[in-house]
């Protein structure tokens, strides 16, 4: 976690984005009992206790229910290759507090990107007012909360110079030259992200997180006669620097050429129903497009999914468990904390083929009276929590991949997607495919590419009829997206077969 | 911040990039305001309210080029901040192309205002904003028993911005809007479809305040129902606010960095055919309150007013300094203002008059397009036509194809333009699209 130096915020020599430079550390008097490392986030940000505990007052002053304070501070880098050379970077810093008040399911939320007292009173102020009556709120007992450590990392990405960073965005793009002659153009990128979380809630919860990133991806451009197709790799995981070798490199180079090369050759399949075998991996996305947006249990409790009243109900065949995770190991979609302060779970969905839990925020586990799942995420300290997913995936199935693709007739494999998307509540949901294959006779035969599949949510994780032994969860930049946040998740799954989905393609 | 003290940041930041070893550099500085209420049960939901500012700031140096933006707006701190910059920026490549645009072409402050600003943004009552948000969930409320659930709301914003680069440019430009939505579920059987309305203005007194909740309202009943019908080639009419989803593929055929990166199925195409003869567009940025409205774009750069696509012949591509120095060609200017279609004669309704069999596209769910090859495919809802006349609401559909083909295929262009966006789009008639359904 690397929390306990107190000099964690670093100047580090040519760090592109620099870390933020704040002052020299204020000599805090914090006279409340509180370890060090709440007391280094506390002087990361330039509050003590007793400020938080008086925005907390200030914006519970109007009667609401409860109110949290969420401090963020993020870095972000980037550089970037083209045309041979890695010639760009970028940085962003971003920093201020959220402040939340709830009366009931009724939520006033302002925010700050100074810390300084008057500005956090000014802030809580406004949040305050979605309740209006005048109430006096007596300051709950400070409790720390010592978060999990799903992402144990060695060298932090603040401290990594650009210099450090060029060679393997460098050599990415040599490696995909060199991997295959039809290559014109290679765009490469490395990004990583660190964010220094603070929370504090009227229960007198005190909470912090660190959260490191980081993504890198290539994306080639291969030319063959008069025909040019595009390809794009990335992995993407809450590690440090010492993640970066040779192996991820030529992992990334080979999968973005193999992903190009294979489009050359596709064609579309005939439009229409048909079954629809989805590969081990980032068919996941699946299950995050067809039910795990309407597991949200904010639409749910509003009644606007269309698995509203479904809970506890059977809704797949009894092999098949569904999970939601935020407790991976460096996965991407794993938190600590939620953005609610909450703890982090392994959450199943689905258990034994019946609807087992919602994905819960605050507002909605009060609502439901359950525990909070810890899926309460935000994408930043400007907007309001939202239940969100983690890591969404599925355990293994009974059957074999082989089985599966033997069963089909005619059909299609996918197993290459760029994006998707769920109608709430018509339950209507797609995923765009970039490339897989048609089935025919129980075979893998010509490559396919570019075509939405469009299924129902409910009626697609009945019709799933058989899930293989070979599970594998997709380490891509998958970003979740939902009124307007964006949140980093991943998602897997064991091959299966979804009896029937609408598949885009030609009309004879 | 007032506009005087952004400028007042913006050169020093400029200059100590300088003195620290930038041969160029420009800034921008930019601070927003916005609230926001959403209702629900007859109750407010969310309450929001924002103030926010930042700093982005472009280094070249030593012919190696950076961008950096925070947040964090004291001298100190950005002091810091650009010393790392640079300093960071030294370890990058070479990059012969990266410099600030050529000086005549900036905006040179010539032209009037273009009225984007509503000077009256901080008088308006939030007691009113909120009886508005409540108003749009009455229109509604009790008028159907297939109704779940209602959200209904209000926001607004306002963008103050400058900037100013090394090489003489200085500008500044502002934007307030105004926005009013209903969004309202329906039960139907297993599903609840749900459909959303919304009005937006850049004058608070120009927002249109009514009929925002019936719209939605009536939109999700045409709703229930919905069916997908048989996979087949049908006509196509694609109703004026869902056009951008499929025109945006277009656009960014266009840029410059798509061209120059070879990821463009229009390469190569300037002055020629590459479109149906009925396609005629235009982009503006001078129309007074557009919502794409602006003097300079991003780079300083002095807006003009071009002929996009005349008669199918494409007649510009969007180009900035960067990559017009990369393919040898004068910029344009990265990005679209106002897109302003040349109108045909019906509206919506006489446009589903004319086609014998076909599906009115009302929304969109999912897809994308190979922008290497303008190969497209996306998920669809909206309405069977059958000579003439709607006859029942069809989902969980595609639609696919080829952007050329699709674009060359244009049966007919409405008249019925969508002046909440600054892609002013009417509803087009495409012939010949493969439809999936059963």
Redesign the interface.
């Known amino acids: 976690m690397n929390v306990n130096r107190r000099n964690f915020i670093k100047t580090g020599g040519a760090v592109v984005a620099g870390s933020m430079v704040l002052p020299p550390f204020m000599q805090s008097c914090h006279k409340l009992q509180i370890s060090e490392n709440v007391k280094s986030y506390l002087d990361h940000f330039e509050v003590s206790a007793e400020m938080l505990q008086k925005v907390v007052a200030a914006a519970m002053s109007k009667g609401g229910d409860y109110a949290d304070l969420f401090f963020e501070h993020k870095i972000s880098n980037n550089i970037g290759l083209q045309d041979g050379k890695v010639n760009r970077a970028s940085s962003n810093i971003d920093f201020g507090v959220g402040i939340r008040v709830l009366k009931g399911d009724q939520t006033g939320y302002a925010y700050s990107e100074n810390v300084s007292l008057d500005d956090m009173l000014n802030a809580a102020k406004m949040a305050a007012s979605i309740a209006n009556e005048n109430a006096t709120f007596k300051t709950g007992e400070l409790t720390e909360k010592i978060p999990s450590g799903y992402y144990k990392i060695v060298r932090q990405w603040e401290d990594v110079s650009v210099k450090d960073k060029v060679p393997f965005v460098q050599k990415i793009n040599d490696k995909v030259f060199e991997l295959d002659e039809k290559v014109i153009k290679v765009n490469a990128s490395l990004n990583d992200e660190t964010s220094y979380i603070l929370f504090y809630n009227s229960e007198g919860r005190l909470t912090y997180d660190y959260r490191p990133m980081v993504s890198f991806s290539a994306f080639c451009i291969m030319q063959k006669g008069d025909k040019i197709e595009n390809g794009y790799s990335a992995r993407s995981f809450r590690k440090g620097f010492e993640w970066m070798d040779d192996n991820l490199v030529a992992e990334i180079a080979k999968e973005a050429v193999d992903r190009t090369n294979i489009l050359f050759e596709a064609t579309k399949p005939r439009a229409g129903e048909m079954p629809v075998v989805m590969g081990a991996g980032g068919s996941g996305i699946l299950l995050h497009e067809a039910i795990g947006h309407t597991f949200e249990a904010d639409f749910n409790r509003k009644g606007t999914s269309i698995f509203s009243d479904k809970m506890g109900k059977k809704v797949a065949e009894s092999f098949i468990n569904i999970i939601d995770d935020g407790t991976l190991e460096n996965n991407r979609g794993s938190i600590n904390i939620d953005d609610e302060g909450n703890d982090v779970e392994k959450t199943y969905l689905v258990k034994d083929g019946v609807l087992n839990s919602y994905i819960h925020d605050r507002i909605s586990s009060n609502f439901y009276k359950v525990n909070p799942t810890g899926n309460g995420r935000r994408e930043s300290f400007r907007d309001i929590p939202l239940p969100r997913m983690r890591a969404t995936y599925m355990e293994p199935g009974p059957h074999s991949k082989d089985d599966i693709i033997s069963n089909v007739d005619y059909g299609v494999y996918v197993d290459n997607f760029s994006n998707g998307q769920v109608q709430i509540g018509a339950g209507d949901f797609t995923f765009f495919v970039k490339s897989g294959y048609l089935i025919e006779k129980g075979k893998l035969t010509r490559p396919i590419k570019d075509i939405n599949i469009i299924g129902n949510g409910p009626q697609a994780l009945a019709d799933i009829s058989m899930a293989a032994n070979d599970y594998l969860i997709d380490n891509g930049t998958w970003t979740c997206g939902k009124n307007g946040q964006s949140v980093p998740v991943t998602c897997g799954l064991p091959t299966v077969l979804v009896k029937k989905l609408t598949v885009g393609g030609t009309n004879a | 911040m007032t506009k005087e003290e952004k400028y007042t940041l913006a050169k020093w930041a400029m200059n100590y990039a300088l003195e620290k070893g930038a041969q160029q550099s420009s800034v921008s500085i930019s601070n927003s305001r916005s609230s926001s209420v959403e209702v629900?049960g007859e109750?407010?939901?969310?309450?929001?309210?924002?103030?926010?500012?930042g700093l982005t700031i472009r280094l070249y140096v030593d012919n190696?080029?950076?961008?950096?933006?925070?947040?964090?707006l004291k001298k100190?701190?950005l002091a810091?901040?650009i010393?790392?910059?640079i300093?960071?920026?030294?370890?990058?490549?070479?990059?012969e192309f990266?410099t600030l645009p050529e000086p005549e072409l900036y905006y040179k402050g010539d032209k009037g205002n273009l009225l984007t600003l509503d000077s009256n943004f901080s008088k308006v009552d939030p007691q009113k904003k909120i009886e508005l948000a409540f108003a749009v969930e009455k229109e509604v409320l009790g008028k159907d028993d297939r109704m779940?659930?209602v959200?209904t709301g209000y926001y607004d914003g306002l963008e103050e911005r400058v900037m100013v680069t090394s090489n003489g440019f200085e500008g500044d430009s502002a934007n307030s809007t105004f926005g009013l939505y209903g969004s309202v579920?329906v039960k139907s059987d297993?599903?609840?479809?749900?459909s959303s309305w919304s009005e937006s203005a850049i004058f608070f007194d120009k927002l249109k305040k009514d009929s925002i909740g019936t719209t939605a309202l009536n939109r999700a009943i045409s709703?229930i129902g919905?069916q997908?019908i048989?996979?087949?080639?049908m006509t196509m009419i694609v109703e004026n606010k869902q056009v951008g989803r499929i025109f945006s593929p277009l656009i960014q055929a266009l840029n410059g960095s798509a061209i120059q990166?070879?990821?463009s199925f229009l390469i190569d195409k300037l002055n020629q055919k590459v479109a149906s003869e009925k396609l005629t567009l235009t982009d503006d940025p001078f129309i007074v309150s557009g919502r794409g409205s602006r003097l300079f774009d991003g780079e300083g750069l002095a807006t003009k007013k071009r002929t996009v696509f005349e008669k199918g012949v494409l007649k510009t591509y969007y180009i900035d300094t960067y990559y017009g120095k990369?393919l040898e060609m004068e910029p344009t200017s990265g990005s679209t203002t106002n897109l302003v279609f040349e109108t045909g004669y019906k509206d919506l309704q006489g446009l589903v008059g004319t086609v014998k069999k076909g599906i009115l596209v009302t929304g969109f769910?999912?897809?994308?397009?190979?922008?290497?090859?303008g190969?497209?495919?996306?998920?669809i809802?909206g309405f069977l036509i059958e000579n003439g006349a709607i006859v029942q609401p069809v989902?969980?559909?595609?639609?696919?194809g080829n952007m050329k083909e699709l674009w060359s295929n244009i049966g007919e262009i409405g008249n019925d333009i969508n002046e909440s966006s600054s892609w002013l789009t009417p509803s087009i008639v495409f012939e010949g699209v493969?439809?999936?359904?059963?």
């Open positions: 629900r109750k407010i939901d969310k309450l929001e309210q924002a103030i926010q500012s190696k080029y950076s961008a950096h933006s925070t947040n964090r100190e701190e810091r901040f010393e790392q910059a300093e960071g920026t030294r370890f990058l490549s070479e990059d990266r779940i659930s959200s579920s297993e599903a609840r479809p749900e709703k919905q997908k048989g996979s087949e080639k990166q070879k990821n990369k769910n999912g897809g994308n397009t190979n922008g290497s090859t190969d497209f495919s996306f998920g809802e989902s969980e559909m595609n639609i696919t493969d439809f999936s359904g059963i």
